[in-house]
């Protein structure tokens, strides 16, 4: 059974920083797309960064270019997302989820499998 866990989010001032994680267990993990998405209230899910079987095939929203970097530890299965400069939009649910193959879109949430139980960020003075 495939399983991600999330953890890492919390509560922060704006400018602060968090790294959130991922670890996946149950699949061939270095083979897999990993992609962070996230919910805020009354919004659609949207796809925040991804990041492919190979290191340099990344994706960044446009929102948080500059401010977060996704990267992968194969030997951990785990995909981790550093966060900096924090701005109050980027509160929400954070989730992880794994995509169908080596690469995935990440714009498109429908297209990612296996979500974690979410994580929550809230960014606020």
């Known amino acids: 059974q495939v399983q991600l866990v999330e953890s890492g989010g919390g509560s922060v001032q704006p400018g602060k920083s968090l790294r959130l994680s991922c670890e996946a267990s149950g699949l061939a993990f270095p083979y897999y797309a990993v992609g962070w998405f996230r919910q805020a209230p009354g919004k659609e899910r949207e796809g925040v960064s991804c990041?492919?079987?190979?290191?340099?095939?990344?994706y960044y929203a446009d929102s948080v270019k500059g401010r977060f970097t996704i990267s992968r530890d194969n030997s951990k299965s785990t995909v981790y997302l550093q966060m900096n400069s924090l701005k109050p939009e980027d509160t929400a649910v954070y989730y992880c989820?794994?995509?169908?193959?080596?690469?995935?879109?990440?714009?498109?949430?429908?297209?990612?499998?296996?979500w974690g139980q979410g994580t929550q960020v809230t960014v606020s003075s």
């Open positions: 989820a794994r995509g169908a193959a080596s690469a995935s879109p990440c714009p498109v949430p429908s297209l990612w499998y296996s």
């Open positions: 990041i492919g079987s190979s290191e340099g095939d990344t």
